[in-house]
């Protein structure tokens, strides 16, 4: 099939059609409203609501949904049509109807309501129609997260800032960050005006008595930055900020390539506590594949300089799915990665997205090749080692519909990620791509602070970005702390 249309009159449920057929065929593309012969016709006209399947011009199902018996909303209507589709399919999807991102929050809604483990656990497989499996799993994470997240400030924020650069493109990638020319011109002009957005935003928030709960410095690659301007931007960020509550200093040294025991050493010297080293996969050919130009060796030696300065925090990212690898293959990465005893070992679903080599190569391509079996081995294996699961998110597009798990020794949860996933606190975004939000507690919910995600853009309009974003900071601040 080449694509299906949904005909209906009423666009307010034109977004769950797409998301819910594309959990169950996200190779198939979604249109609405084109009389093709693979469609699905979803009729309000009459006194029940019809749902028609349509296939080469037949039709294979049809179903109604009577208003008289339960009266039709936007959770009701998405929960009508998982049934279908599941007829249609022959098949459930672990997830029910739970499209979003962040299934955890569900969890934690619950839990801060005052309802009982188990009771959450009902009320999430009564509402979503997910399998026990996931919603235990996203109930067990929200469990442990509680202590982390509350309880809540108003003068406490987190910080993260973007240097959105690479030494070169990974082909999964998606993700808006720039290659440095040979010279690394770009570096250095970004550098500059990062370093502006720090001073201001930092004594912004100093003056307001604010101060930073974790500080995560994510990329790209921010190891990309040479010894001195490491030195300059972490001095930077010391004297701008109010870092003396803060509990948890993350730095992003992902590729082993960009990293040194020198570049090491300034990090822990200015309080740095959590490195990220992400192989990726420890396999030679995968990494070749997704144009990682470095031998697995590079990576068992970064991970060793790390130790070596004093780190007791790490995390290491997998990513399931690249290069078709077999299941062994993963699986003898993930061995190699937990023989190394990282704190933190994440391990992300591929998603094949818009913008990376591999979606330009292949077109929409998102099969599967592992079994339910597999990932829930995968599971299995880092708990006998050790090691649960933390934080969640789901992304779209990802093969097998699979979500992104960082998992933890004792102790030792990423809190950052806790905070940005859970959405109770304001993320204060510094850089190009950053993603700000400010949390606002009396109604739950949060405004977005957007910079602009191409860096030269961002080098050439600092100063306008910057008067923006300090115009809605004031504007929000200013009579809540
Ligand atoms: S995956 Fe990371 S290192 Fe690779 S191109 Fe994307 S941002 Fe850069």
Redesign the pocket.
Known sequence: MEKLSFTLADRLYEYPCFELYQQFRPEIPVVFNEVLENRIDVDFSGEALVLTAVEKGEVVLQKEYDYQKKPLDKQSFKGFLYLFLCELFGHTLDWGTMTGIKPVKMAHNLLKEGLSPIQVKQNLMEKYQASEGKIELITGIAQREMGIIYPLSRKKVSVYVGI?L?I???A??S?I?T?ADKKRTIVAEYLENLLYEVRLTGHYLKEKGIVADTLYIG???PSILDETQLETLLTALDEALDLRCLREYTFEA??PETTNRRKLEILKAHGVDRVCL?PQTMNADTLTAVN?NYPPQAILEAYDTIRHVGFESVNMDLILGLNRESEETFMSSLDQVIALRPENITIHCLAVKKGSAIKTATGRQVENPYSKVFCADIQKELGRKGYRPYYLYRQKYTQGNGENIGYCLEGKEGIYNILMMAEKQSIIGIGAGSSGKLYVPETDRFDRIFTVKDVKTYNERTENIMGKKMAQYEAFFNDRV
């Open positions: 959105p690479c070169a493109k990974c999964y990638c993700f960050s290659v990329g790209g690659t992902g590729r992400n990682r």
